[in-house]
């Protein structure tokens, strides 16, 4: 599904790439772990978890991961996905 402001030439090679490097396969093989250790992260650093607090952390540290790769980075992306989830941050919230 193409977003709006991606030209069909922007489109076509971002559709290639991901069909080339199976980029849809290594984010699904690479994700799980990366949620489980984020997770674990925000449960040991973050004592008084609040909504703000977690959304907080999240931006941080894709902010710290775009810093070390680059803004496309697979985990640059998935904690930003993570920051603007309502439903991880709750759980992440709600678990102790």
């Known amino acids: 599904m193409q977003t709006i ?8 090679l971002i559709k290639s790439h991901y069909s080339k490097l199976k980029l849809l396969e290594r984010f699904r093989n690479r994700s799980p772990e990366a949620l489980s250790e984020t997770q674990s992260s925000i449960k040991t650093h973050i004592k008084a978890k ?26 640059v992306v998935l904690h930003e996905g993570m920051a603007n989830s309502s439903k991880f941050i709750e759980d992440c919230c709600l678990t102790q």
Do not use: P, T
Request: charged share 30%.
């Open 50 to 75: 609040s909504i703000e607090r977690v959304r907080q952390f999240l931006l941080e540290e894709a902010q710290r991961l775009r810093d070390r790769f680059s803004n496309n980075h697979w985990k």
């Open 5 to 12: 402001g991606i030209s069909d030439s922007q489109f076509c």
